[in-house]
């Protein structure tokens, strides 16, 4: 099946940080670009970041710019996204996406990050 | 920014009627090459998104026929032909041209 599988959330204290995992399954990994959006309880949906399919060029919102970082590994299939000095206001459901002509035509189930002390 | 705008914010419809969903972005969504970056997606509850429409007017593989999209320009609209309860949920338009991409705040669609 193709499928994205997020991992590496949890509660975590401000200033703290913590690294998301994305598994990818069924498809040519390395032939996506792929990015995180995030959904703060509640909320709507909020872009955070891209990364292009050799991992070379990525992008962020101004609000995680400095912070959070997108990586990739293509031969474990999996994108990542390093975040640091985490903010109460970072709460949110974190998705990795995959990237059809600007659209995002896979979701994952998401991964719940807290920030809280 | 581009910004992206929906109307109405909810709306409830008896199953078996159609509903429409407008979606105006701040810019054209048009690439340069031709395309238009806009999509569509719905987000049931307790579910993760799943896109329904994709460059503008591009249903997505799976897509019930019900759902169409269409429009040009800032102007957009998602169309559903008869509602069925499982339609329920958010719908989200979306912009892909230019970061940061950007979502409009959603349509909560209700069963009567």
């Known amino acids: 099946d193709v499928q994205l599988v997020e991992s590496g959330g949890g509660l975590v204290q401000p200033g703290g940080s913590l690294r998301l995992s994305c598994a990818a399954s069924g498809y040519t990994f390395n032939t996506y670009w792929m990015h995180w959006v995030r959904q703060a309880p509640g909320r709507g949906l909020v872009w955070v970041s891209r990364?292009?399919?050799?991992?070379?060029?990525?992008t962020y919102a101004d609000s995680v710019r400095g912070r959070f970082t997108i990586f990739r590994d293509n031969a474990k299939n999996t994108l990542y996204l390093q975040m640091n000095s985490l903010r109460v206001d970072d709460t949110a459901v974190y998705y990795c996406?995959?990237?059809?002509?600007?659209?995002?035509?896979?979701w994952g189930q998401g991964t719940l990050v807290t920030v809280s002390s | 920014d581009i910004v992206m705008t929906q109307s109405p914010l909810s709306l409830s419809v008896t199953p078996g009627e159609p509903a429409s969903i407008s979606c105006r972005s701040s810019?054209?969504?048009?690439?340069?090459?031709?395309?238009?970056?806009f999509s569509w997606y719905l987000q049931k509850p307790g579910q993760s998104p799943q896109v329904l429409i994709c460059?503008?007017?591009n249903r997505a593989s799976g897509v019930p026929d019900r759902f169409s999209g269409s429009g040009s320009g800032t102007e957009f609209t998602l169309k559903i032909s008869r509602v069925e309860a499982e339609d329920v949920g958010v719908y989200y338009c979306?912009?892909?041209?230019?970061?940061?991409?950007?979502f409009g705040p959603g349509t909560k669609l209700e069963i009567k």
């Open positions: 979306m912009q892909g041209l230019q970061t940061p991409y950007t």
């Open positions: 810019q054209s969504p048009l690439h340069s090459n031709g395309k238009t970056f």
């Open positions: 460059l503008g007017s």
């Open positions: 996406t995959r990237d059809l002509a600007g659209g995002q035509d896979l």
């Open positions: 990364i292009n399919e050799d991992g070379r060029t990525t």
